[in-house]
């Protein structure tokens, strides 16, 4: 069993930065795939971001057409955490994030794809 918890959302202004957290708990959490999805008030949860574990301590990333370029996705293994770097936000970034595992994926863009999911932070940008 993961448990995912999200932390580090709030209120900024269009162009500004947040950075996103999710620890997990487990002890295998370096083998796990971990992604971000966002929902938008009164829109279906989306993909954002993901990178997926390929062995050892390689990795590769996946990125939505929206927010390629102004987001990253990094993790920290010793500190079982993956971030969201976001920069150059806009207004249309403003959603719940929600952080999401995996630990059998290659590749998941969709909800189904992932077993375990955090409660959500939420990142409101102002124009």
């Known amino acids: 069993q993961v448990q995912l918890v999200e932390s580090g959302g709030g209120l900024v202004q269009a162009g500004g930065s947040l950075r996103l957290s999710c620890v997990a708990s487990?002890?295998?959490?370096?083998?796990?795939?971990m992604a971000w999805f966002r929902q938008a008030p009164g829109k279906e949860l989306m993909f954002v971001a993901a990178?997926?574990?390929?062995?050892?301590?390689?990795?590769?990333?996946d990125y939505a057409d929206s927010v390629k370029g102004r987001f990253t996705i990094s993790r920290d293994s010793a500190k079982n955490t993956v971030y969201l770097q976001m920069n150059s936000l806009k207004p249309e970034d403003t959603a719940v994030y929600y952080c999401?595992?995996?630990?059998?994926?290659?590749?998941?863009?969709?909800?189904?794809?992932?077993?375990?999911w955090g409660q959500g932070t939420q990142v409101t940008v102002s124009s």
């Open positions: 487990g002890r295998t959490f370096s083998s796990y795939s």
């Open positions: 999401a595992a995996d630990g059998r994926l290659l590749r998941g863009l969709t909800t189904t794809d992932y077993t375990y």
């Open positions: 990178m997926y574990w390929i062995g050892g301590s390689i990795y590769y990333t």
